[in-house]
């Protein structure tokens, strides 16, 4: 079950598949609450951790607003595209507007230690487990 | 111009090349907006997570290639649980007119858009034609 990506050549080929494998997850089905769908998400386990990846591209990152609470995180902005006067449109596959997208995880989160970077078009957010969360092994005495 | 009407999310195209590629995976087409200015056409192609100094374009035969690959070590050691969309490398080519200068196109790249200029040939630009 887990994906373990070990031949370079072939690593962005299961990459890939494990994606694909899980698009009919029924990890969050009943648990979110979205405006829409935009933007994608991409929700990854990185050891005890959460690492949530938002394909946001174009957008200024002072109008990106992330919120966080007990298991919620909530996305919102605006993605702009904005042409020059007096230009005549070929094509248009861009899209552009409003976005406001909410998602519940099955496990609590630290908002305290949440950490978003935007990068290259692509919005990574950290998500620690409170520790509250995590097992805790109990001694037998 | 953009409209109140929700935004929707565009499921990747794949990239159908008459070629194969010799990786094992699988290549999808960025988003393009193309407009048409009085000197110059411009081609704006949205590919998220490629960064600067991972993009390829080049001109052939007439056509032009854009190529855009993914960092991947970034998705070491991540297992996905949860996933909405695919992640590749991204590849479009169009086929440039003649109207196009080939030697003076020039790309800027931020924030995962490439945008193309592509100036036109000077015979190409538009002339207004006065009536006697």
Same mark, same amino acid.
Do not use: C
């Given at each position: 079950?887990?994906?373990?990506?070990?031949?370079?050549?072939?690593?962005?080929?299961?990459?890939?598949?494990? *994606?694909?494998?899980?698009?009919?997850?029924?990890?969050?089905?009943?648990?979110?609450?979205? !405006?829409g769908?935009f933007?994608?998400?991409?929700?990854?386990?990185?050891?005890?951790?959460? *690492?949530?990846?938002?394909?946001?591209?174009?957008?200024?990152?002072?109008?990106?607003?992330?919120?966080?609470?007990? $298991?919620?995180?909530?996305?919102?902005g605006k993605k702009a595209t904005?042409?020059?006067?007096?230009?005549?449109?070929?094509?248009?596959?861009?899209m552009s507007g409003e976005f406001?997208?909410?998602?519940?995880?099955?496990?609590?989160?630290?908002?305290?230690?949440?950490?978003?970077?935007?990068?290259?078009?692509?919005?990574?957010?950290?998500?620690?487990?409170?520790?509250?969360?995590?097992?805790?092994?109990?001694?037998?005495? | 111009?953009a409209s109140a009407q929700e935004l929707q999310? !565009?499921?990747?195209?794949? *990239?159908?090349?008459?070629?194969?590629?010799?990786?094992?995976?699988?290549?999808?087409?960025?988003?393009?907006?193309?407009?048409?200015?009085?000197?110059?056409?411009?081609?704006?192609?949205?590919?998220?997570?490629?960064?600067?100094?991972?993009?390829?374009?080049?001109?052939?035969?007439?056509?032009?290639?854009?190529?855009?690959?993914?960092?991947?070590?970034?998705?070491?050691? *991540?297992?996905?649980?949860?996933?909405?969309? $695919?992640?590749?490398?991204?590849?479009?080519?169009?086929?440039?007119?003649?109207?196009?200068?080939?030697?003076?196109?020039?790309?800027?790249?931020?924030?995962?858009?490439?945008?193309?200029?592509?100036?036109?040939?000077?015979?190409?630009?538009?002339?207004?034609? !006065?009536?006697?």
């Amino acid at each position: 079950m887990i994906a373990t990506f070990v031949d370079p050549f072939d690593t962005l080929f299961n990459l890939q598949r494990a *994606l694909e494998g899980r698009l009919e997850s029924d990890w969050l089905r009943d648990q979110t609450t979205s !405006q829409g769908p935009f933007p994608p998400i991409n929700v990854f386990q990185q050891g005890e951790d959460l *690492l949530a990846i938002i394909e946001l591209p174009g957008i200024e990152k002072d109008s990106i607003n992330v919120q966080a609470k007990e $298991n919620i995180i909530r996305i919102s902005g605006k993605k702009a595209t904005t042409y020059p006067e007096g230009v005549s449109v070929h094509r248009r596959e861009r899209m552009s507007g409003e976005f406001d997208r909410t998602l519940s995880l099955p496990v609590q989160l630290d908002p305290d230690h949440i950490k978003a970077e935007y990068r290259d078009g692509i919005l990574a957010l950290f998500l620690p487990r409170s520790e509250r969360d995590k097992p805790h092994s109990i001694k037998v005495s | 111009m953009a409209s109140a009407q929700e935004l929707q999310v !565009q499921k990747k195209r794949e *990239l159908e090349n008459k070629e194969e590629t010799t990786i094992p995976a699988r290549i999808f087409l960025p988003a393009a907006d193309i407009y048409e200015a009085e000197n110059d056409l411009t081609v704006i192609l949205e590919m998220p997570g490629v960064e600067k100094k991972n993009v390829d374009i080049r001109v052939e035969d007439g056509a032009l290639i854009v190529e855009g690959r993914l960092d991947l070590t970034n998705y070491q050691g *991540l297992q996905p649980v949860y996933t909405e969309y $695919n992640i590749g490398h991204y590849a479009r080519s169009f086929r440039l007119s003649s109207k196009i200068d080939q030697n003076k196109i020039a790309a800027e790249m931020k924030d995962g858009v490439l945008s193309l200029k592509l100036p036109k040939v000077e015979e190409a630009k538009s002339r207004t034609i !006065q009536v006697q």
